[in-house]
């Protein structure tokens, strides 16, 4: 049984999907602190061929508030300003019909709760992409423990064989001496985005918002696109 364990991210880029579809359960961290100016609250796309940062506002809170409990700053029209931002940016895409799908989803979506918003855009998204993974919370399993020992904690909650963790945790985890702490195999997930055909771009720019992605390759080729197979020891 392979899980993966991520914080819930804003219009996540490929790699989030990547991981999501290689995995038998997902989990989703969001009582993990929030993090200002980090990806639980902002991704990047494309507006007019340049690098544009779309950024959810949130209200002021103390430095220990965790994604479940950031509040979505709601006085203010924002989704609608943002999605239109995002349709004239890429409104001559090939796939723009695909892109109005989700865009037109997320301008419907009513939350208060940071983590609650970024999450329905995420299922969402799988959903579309037929990914078959199994969804948990980790605030359900109501654990007080932090990094190494809380991710053990909750593979053993729901009863995982093998953790399949991105890259960039190689380091923690490795200090942390996860295989020393657990029988639970270890791998990490070595994902690179793939350069697609971007429209209207000379140069490729990688890494951006799933957004990107669906505007250039549709749904059916973002599937393929995100189910790239690349996981190393």
């Known amino acids: 049984m392979k899980c993966a364990i991520m914080q819930p991210s804003y219009f996540p880029w490929s790699g989030y999907f990547n991981l999501i579809s290689k995995s038998d359960k997902f989990v989703f961290l969001n009582d993990a602190q929030y993090l200002k100016a980090s990806w639980h609250s902002r991704n990047i796309i494309l507006v007019n061929n340049i690098k544009y940062t ?3 506002p949130t209200k002021k809170s103390s430095l220990s508030t965790t994604i479940l409990n950031k509040l979505v700053e709601n006085s203010t029209n924002w989704q609608k300003k943002q999605a239109k931002i995002i349709l004239q940016s890429y409104s001559n895409h090939p796939f723009i019909e695909d892109l109005q799908q989700l865009i037109g989803f997320f301008e419907e979506l009513k939350f208060q709760n940071l983590s609650e918003l970024n999450i329905e855009i995420i299922k969402f998204i799988s959903k579309k992409l037929n990914l078959k993974t199994n969804f948990f919370y980790s605030n359900n399993f109501d654990l007080l423990e932090k990094r190494t020992t809380k991710i053990i904690q909750i593979l053993n909650r729901i009863n995982a064989t093998v953790y399949l963790s991105p890259d960039g945790a190689k380091k923690y985890l490795n200090e942390d ?3 020393e702490l657990t029988d639970i195999k270890l791998l990490f997930n ?7 055909k971007q429209k209207n771009q000379k140069n490729f720019i990688e890494n951006l918002s799933i957004i990107d992605v669906i505007a250039n390759l549709g749904w059916i080729n973002t599937e393929t696109y995100v ?3 690349n996981i190393n020891k």
């Open 227 to 229: 189910k790239q197979k």
């Open 54 to 56: 779309l950024t959810v």
């Open 190 to 196: 070595s994902y690179r985005a793939i350069e697609y």
């Open 177 to 179: 001496k996860f295989e």
